[in-house]
T-cell receptor
Framework: NAGVTQTPKFQVLKTGQSMTLQCAQD?????MSWYRQDPGMGLRLIHY???????DQGEVPNGYNVSRSTTEDFPLRLLSAAPSQTSVYFC?????????????FGPGTRLTVL | AQSVTQPDIHITVSEGASLELRCNYS??????LFWYVQSPGQGLQLLLK??????LVQGIKGFEAEFKRSQSSFNLRKPSVHWSDAAEYFC????????????FGGGTRLMVKP
């Protein structure tokens, strides 16, 4: 039981490049979400999904795309990377909404955009 | 706007000393409240949560938190800090938003002196 896994751990991009951050969970959780963590700002929700085929925007969705074709996977796509997207990205999953169900976090991806 | 504030960005305590980390929330009603810990290079782990009832809640690793409605606070405490408690601590809240996700404070980094 690996929990929530994220790849890669580290990534450096040039402005304008695109890439996909991978997230997978093996707990059969319906809810998955992506956060970015910036110093002094805590974690901010980018996109979330309440089940396969269903996604919605969070607080800071601009510049990011998501899809949820399976229960297990929830990739985050950067369409055209910008220096403002330099951050640490966390994927999380839970069996239901965050109020009553513990969110399990992956180890994070540290992204630098030059 | 709904928000969670952690006034202290950094706190340093000596090993064996007591600890209190502050958290204030700004919501229309009493939200559900959480404390998470992030060890270096790791994802977030849930320490404890408050939904209703007893205002003093116990968590893992010897932590507790007290909900005070009159002060809109949910401070985290530990009677005797261990060196392994050095980490970043996040307060979070939920008040039934459409995304069913959490709003995080900016975090408090705890350093422990030997």
């Amino acid at each position: 039981n690996a929990g929530v896994t994220q790849t890669p751990k580290f990534q450096v991009l040039k402005t304008g490049q695109s890439m996909t951050l991978q997230c997978a969970q093996d707990m059969n959780h319906e809810y998955m979400s992506w956060y970015r963590q910036d110093p002094g700002m805590g974690l901010r929700l980018i996109h979330y999904s309440v089940g396969a085929g269903i996604t919605d925007q969070g607080e800071v969705p601009n510049g990011y795309n998501v899809s949820r074709s399976t229960t297990e996977d929830f990739p985050l796509r950067l369409l055209s990377a910008a220096p403002s997207q330099t951050s640490v990205y966390f994927c999380a999953s839970s069996s239901g909404g965050a109020a009553y169900n513990e969110q399990f976090f992956g180890p994070g991806t540290r992204l630098t955009v030059l | 706007a709904q928000s969670v504030t952690q006034p202290d960005i950094h706190i340093t305590v000596s090993e064996g000393a007591s600890l209190e980390l502050r958290c204030n929330y700004s919501y229309g009603a009493t939200p559900y409240l959480f404390w998470y810990v992030q060890s270096p290079g790791q994802g977030l782990q849930l320490l404890l949560k408050y939904f209703s009832g007893d205002t003093l809640v116990q968590g893992i690793k010897g932590f507790e938190a007290e909900f005070k409605r009159s002060q809109s606070s949910f401070n985290l405490r530990k009677p005797s800090v261990h060196w392994s408690d050095a980490a970043e601590y996040f307060c979070a809240a939920f008040e039934g938003n459409a995304g069913n996700m959490l709003t995080f404070g900016g975090g408090t980094r705890l350093m422990v002196k030997p």
